[in-house]
């Protein structure tokens, strides 16, 4: 299966994408053998949701559906039977974002996981609303159908971990294809066209309402495995730091937090590696102390575990250091964020 780096000539689009395409063909009678004939696109490479596909290949699906079904507006109707894990691992990860404002922060961060021409900007206009900006070039061939199936998509994501009520309304550069009511049913916001770009308007209000997704995360926990997975897929080779803190957490499972430690996993002196981590705007103190954070929310979840032994766990000479530590990194204690875990994980048990 083809990754993004061993793509290099084509623009690239996160394949479950593509998965959707199988069950919308499916949906509507278009057989897989039909869209892998005329795209060049083997039913195994759609099927996987982790590997990349070439944009062309979606040009190419958006082209056949417009031309199979004229009289259906398949965005809408593709947004609604796909899957959540449209998304991928992306989406699967920024489901669990404690809050809205950390969701748009990081789908805008982070875009580049979905679609390498995918643009996203998190814009507020006024202090009312929070806009979340997006282009991608292929909703310029496809007469707007990437950008509905992408915003609708984001949209689902939104209302099921902050609520009907988070989205204020939904703009569309390009004109409207069908009728605006069957749209506006979809977004349960008013929906308009022809506007100067695509984009998501929420509520500032609701920026900070925590997530119905049921677990308690805080952001650094999401955008380590972020930048992990944008390692992983070849958007960071030209950047070690991916690969330096995957060596922080390698250290981290046998308890060492030390930057010696780290520069000897890494065959490097201490020196050459603050040189370099220097040159990508962190520090080899900053990593060890983003997965201190990381790990000491895993560890207070386990109630069996004490603070003073979740300390010792850290490396932390006393557990005074590690309250410090903790008040600096979430601004409260350890025990103050294990009672919440507990309150949050009572309510989400069924009853």
């Not at 199936?149 to 949209?155: A, F, N, Q, S, V």
């Not at 922080?248 to 780290?262: C, E, I, P, T």
């Not at 000491?296 to 575990?305: E, R, T, Y």
Request: with cysteine; proline share 4%.
């Amino acid at each position: 299966m083809p990754f993004l780096h061993e793509i290099p000539s084509q623009y690239r689009i996160l394949s479950s994408m593509g998965n959707v395409a199988v069950f919308y063909a499916a949906y509507v009678g278009l057989s897989v053998e039909r869209i892998s004939s005329e795209t060049g696109i083997t039913p195994t490479m759609l099927m996987n949701p982790d590997t990349y596909l070439p944009e062309t290949f979606f040009e190419k699906f958006f082209q056949l559906l417009t031309k199979a079904f004229p009289d259906r507006n398949v965005a809408l109707e593709l947004a609604q039977i796909a899957p959540l894990s449209y998304l991928g691992a992306p989406g699967r990860l920024l489901r669990r974002a404690p809050n809205l404002r950390s969701m748009l922060e990081l789908f805008s961060k982070y875009c580049k996981l979905i679609a390498d021409r995918l643009e996203m900007e998190v814009v507020d206009w006024g202090g009312s609303e929070a806009v979340l900006r997006t282009h991608q070039p292929l909703s310029l061939l496809d007469n707007g159908m990437s950008a509905e199936i992408g915003l609708c998509m984001g949209t689902r994501i939104a209302q099921e971990c902050f609520g009907d009520d988070a989205l204020l309304r939904v703009q569309f550069r390009h004109q409207v294809i069908g009728p605006v009511a069957a749209y506006e049913e979809f977004f349960k916001a008013p929906v308009s066209f022809g506007a100067k770009f695509n984009a998501l308007i929420f509520d500032s209000k609701v920026l900070d309402r925590p997530s119905k997704a049921g677990r308690t995360e805080v952001r650094s926990v999401l955008e380590q495995s972020l930048i992990e997975l944008r390692y992983e897929n070849g958007l960071d080779r030209g950047d070690r730091t991916a690969e330096i803190r995957k060596a922080v957490m390698r250290n981290s499972l046998k308890g060492d937090y030390s930057a010696a430690g780290l520069a000897q996993s890494l065959g490097m002196s201490i020196s050459a590696l603050q040189r370099q981590l220097h040159a990508s705007g962190t520090s080899a103190s900053r990593l060890i102390d983003e997965t201190r954070h990381i790990n000491a929310m895993g560890m207070l979840a386990d109630s069996s575990l004490s603070v003073d032994e979740v300390a010792f766990r850290l490396g932390f000479e006393s557990e005074r250091g590690f309250r410090k530590a903790f008040q600096r990194w979430c601004g409260q204690s350890p025990a103050g964020v294990r009672k919440e875990m507990k309150q949050q994980e009572a309510v989400n048990v069924p009853a």
